[in-house]
């Protein structure tokens, strides 16, 4: 790696950000299977998104299919997994986007990880927070019933260890309130500490 020198560009992140009017940020949802990851960093993606911030969402579910293919869910490969997408989000936030992402990201050495990758705070982590019972109850894929059953090796929080958030930004329990209100918590949060124009959001929100 000592013969690679890093080339800088004339057009910086600064620069990228200027040109589309937002801070560039990664918003980081990590919780078990069934927690409600996806369907919040989506329903968040779209109200940013209406309201003409440039985005991206990345998702574990469809990473896997593709760049992460390879990959299975041994604590090596989700290691492998987060490691990727953390750097692939770096260079999304480098391209001047509000990045989401929703990875179940088991360990807290993962994010802490992923985390040191941005400055100060680029990197805001949302804890799913639903208790297992919950998402078990939900069981949306059939996962959980297969976990208990033995069909699957590794199941996040059956045989596999999630570790909970020590210093999330945020903490969302979606068995608790409704869609529409946990993104408009998440929305405040985002326009309190300054990352998003709350004058943009007016107009859909
Ligand atoms: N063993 C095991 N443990 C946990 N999850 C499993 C497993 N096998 C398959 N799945 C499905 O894969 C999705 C999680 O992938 P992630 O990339 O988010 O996992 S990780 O962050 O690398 O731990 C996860 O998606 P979500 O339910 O959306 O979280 C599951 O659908
Ligand atoms: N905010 C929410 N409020 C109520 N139920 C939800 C909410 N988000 C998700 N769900 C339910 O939980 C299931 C799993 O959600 P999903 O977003 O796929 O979770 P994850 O990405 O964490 O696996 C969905 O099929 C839906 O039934």
Redesign the pocket.
Known sequence: MSDIVWHQHSIDQQSRAEQKGQNPILLWFTGL??SG??TLAGALERALFDAGFHTYLLD??N??HGLCKDLG?SSED?DE??RRVGEVAKLMVDAGLVVLSA????TREERERVRALFEAGQFIEVHVSTPIEVCEARDP?G?YSKARAGE?K???GIS?PYEVPTAAELTIDTSKGDLANQVRALLDYLAAIQVIDSEKLKAVV
């Open positions: 299977s069934g990851k996806s574990g579910d990473v896997r869910f989700r997994n987060l990875f179940i990201s088991p894929k996962l699957i590794d199941f996040t596999a």
